[in-house]
T-cell receptor, first 115, second 109 residues
């Protein structure tokens, strides 16, 4: 079974530009989560999509947005990039392991560098 | 906002020794997860703890959950170098996963 895939692996942008990150979940998983992991820090929740709908959003400005496609893949867009957006962006998909209980499986991440 | 605190943040231990990593959280939840992250890599799921008193073991790692104390522990027995990594706990509130700050473990030969 293929795992969660993310592209690109690395992305270098300049301040003010836009970045688009992509994620394909494990086959059969309908939920996708996005996290930001700045260097040396823990994971900060960004967005949760399920069945094409945004279910929850973390404490990030509106220039962080995304969507989920009918095939459950997802895109994260970051507009007006700032230097502090430099981080590892992790995508996870989830499966239900019990009633209302979900386990997340993480992709390899996209390393975004803003110069 | 829910807080998930891990301690210690950094842990350097000798091979063969035992140690415990603590994860405290500030809200009611009976869903607690432990992950491992190697440098430059993604997160790997270690344990899923779903009820008060839950205990799970895999090799030299054992995780437990006390929902009344809002505390989970990850116990390392007879550490080996291969266990060097960063360990995260995460709490699922049903609406969002909240991750701890991580514990960076280095096992010294």
């Amino acid at each position: 079974e293929a795992g969660v895939t993310q592209s690109p692996t690395h992305l270098i942008k300049t301040r003010g530009q836009q970045a688009t990150l992509r994620c394909s979940p494990i086959s059969g998983h309908t939920s996708v989560y996005w996290y930001q992991q700045a260097l040396g820090l823990g994971l900060q929740f960004l967005l949760w999509y399920d069945e094409g709908e945004e279910r929850n959003r973390g404490n990030f400005p509106p220039r962080f947005s995304g969507r989920q496609f009918p095939n459950y893949s997802s895109e994260l867009n970051v507009n007006a990039l700032e230097l502090e957006d430099s981080a590892l962006y992790l995508c996870a998909s989830s499966s239900e392991i019990g009633k209302g209980v979900y386990e997340q499986y993480f992709g390899p991440g996209t390393r975004l560098t803003v110069t | 906002e829910l807080k998930v605190e891990q301690n210690p943040l950094f842990l350097s231990m000798q091979e063969g020794k035992n140690y415990t990593i603590y994860c405290n959280y500030s809200t009611t939840s009976d869903r607690l997860y432990w992950y491992r992250q190697d440098p430059g890599k993604s997160l790997e799921s270690l344990f899923v703890l779903l009820s008060n008193g839950a205990v799970k073991q895999e090799g030299r790692l054992m995780a437990s959950l006390d929902t009344k104390a809002r505390l989970s522990t990850l116990h390392i027995t007879a550490a080996v170098h291969d266990l060097s990594a960063t360990y995260f706990c995460a709490v699922d509130t049903g609406n969002q996963f909240y991750f701890g700050t991580g514990t960076s473990l280095t096992v010294i030969p």
